[in-house]
Nanobody
Framework: QVQLVESGGGLVQAGGSLRLSCAPS????????MGWFRQAPGKEREFVAAIHWNDGSTNYADSVKGRFTISRDNVKNTVYLHMNSLKPEDTAVYYCAAAPGRIGVPSESIKYSYWGQGTQVTISS
């Protein structure tokens, strides 16, 4: 059974930092894009960042550029989302996703076929 296991969410004050982790199990995605998406209450799921596991190329939503960094550790088979200068509007459930067989680092959620269960990130003002 393929799973994407997320961790690292929590409650922090505005201006703080968090690091989310995503560890695939059941298969590897070493030639695939991996993405982070988020969904706030009452809003649609939105793209946050993506990285291609093979060459490390990245893509970011404008709202997080300069504050968030996506990375991967090939030894630990884990993808990270480093979030700095957090704002209350970053509050959401964050989802890790994998897009096996896709080219590049897509931002469209429909191109991702594997999803994690989500981890809550809450930023207090």
């Amino acid at each position: 059974q393929v799973q994407l296991v997320e961790s690292g969410g929590g409650l922090v004050q505005a201006g703080g930092s968090l690091r989310l982790s995503c560890a695939p199990s059941g298969r590897t995605f070493s030639r695939s894009p991996m993405g982070w998406f988020r969904q706030a209450p009452g809003k649609e799921r939105e793209f946050v960042a993506a990285i291609h596991w093979n060459d490390g190329s990245t893509n970011y939503a404008d709202s997080v550029k300069g504050r968030f960094t996506i990375s991967r550790d090939n030894v630990k088979n884990t993808v990270y989302l480093h979030m700095n200068s957090l704002k209350p509007e970053d509050t959401a459930v964050y989802y890790c996703a994998a897009a096996p067989g896709r080219i590049g680092v897509p931002s469209e959620s429909i191109k991702y076929s594997y999803w994690g269960q989500g981890t809550q990130v809450t930023i207090s003002s």
